[in-house]
């Protein structure tokens, strides 16, 4: 048994448990009981580092609460310590607030896209609402999609237009694109112009670069001029 919890407590927690007035069970808990409590959450947040799971001060209230709470389904006669019943009860708490805060972060996670910007892919502490994100990315594309069709006016060789051409088909009809690779992609890209993979890949260089610039200018300021 701990240092914190003694016998002293025990007797505390078998009288809190006989005691039926309300108040006289408050006065029990603040202070015989709760010190013990308050001790063993500590240890168990410094022990396993389970600080890192929300505000150290929060943690501690809900812990002792939800002690609290389980003071009463605790039975002395089963021969089970008082320490090590209540002491499994606060670890297996803090273990589902670290599940329950694992499953979040997945969530959020899927949620969460992350955006292709050096400054912000370099701040650790930048987090985008996840309603925000997803209308963002419906915005970004929508723009996208404009800007796409106003670089027919900025090719000026026949197959880089004919490639524009294609890939804007593309994107419009991504029902017809069953399989998402590379390799798929210039297959799809070649049957629609006609031309060869080098003839492709040559063409498609005039559009990265148009794709660059606008990459760079959207990201920047959050539009673009077509």
């Known amino acids: 048994m701990a240092y914190y919890f003694t016998k002293e407590t025990d007797k505390s927690i078998v009288k809190f448990l006989a005691t039926t007035n309300t108040e006289q069970k408050h006065e029990t808990f603040n202070d015989e009981i709760r010190p013990a409590f308050e001790k063993l959450?500590?240890?168990?947040?410094f022990v396993y580092g389970f600080f890192n799971i929300d505000d150290v001060e929060t943690l501690k209230k809900e812990c002792l609460t939800n002690l609290y709470e389980m003071i009463p389904k605790y039975n002395p006669?089963?021969?089970s310590k008082a320490f090590s019943y209540f002491n499994v009860i606060a670890k297996n708490w803090f273990i589902q607030k670290t599940r329950e805060k694992n499953k979040r972060n997945k969530l959020?996670?899927?949620?969460?896209?992350d955006l292709d910007h050096e400054s912000v892919k370099n701040d650790?502490?930048?987090m985008l609402n996840p309603f925000?994100?997803?209308v963002e990315e419906k915005e970004k594309w929508?723009?996208?999609y404009k800007t796409l069709e106003s670089w027919r006016g900025k090719l000026t060789k026949k197959t880089e237009k004919q490639v524009l051409e294609a890939v804007i088909f593309?994107?419009?009809h991504p029902e017809l694109v069953t399989i998402y690779n590379k390799k798929a992609v210039y297959l799809y890209l070649r049957e629609l112009t006609g031309l060869n993979t080098k003839q492709v890949v040559v063409n498609l260089?005039?559009?990265k670069c148009l794709y660059d610039e606008w990459h760079e200018e959207f990201y920047s300021t959050g539009e673009v001029k077509f």
């Open 124 to 126: 650790p502490n930048f």
């Open 170 to 172: 593309l994107m419009n």
């Open 41 to 45: 959450i500590e240890n168990l947040i």
């Open 205 to 207: 260089k005039k559009i």
């Open 77 to 79: 006669e089963k021969g």
């Open 132 to 134: 925000e994100a997803l």
């Open 142 to 144: 929508v723009v996208f």
């Open 108 to 113: 959020e996670s899927e949620l969460y896209y």
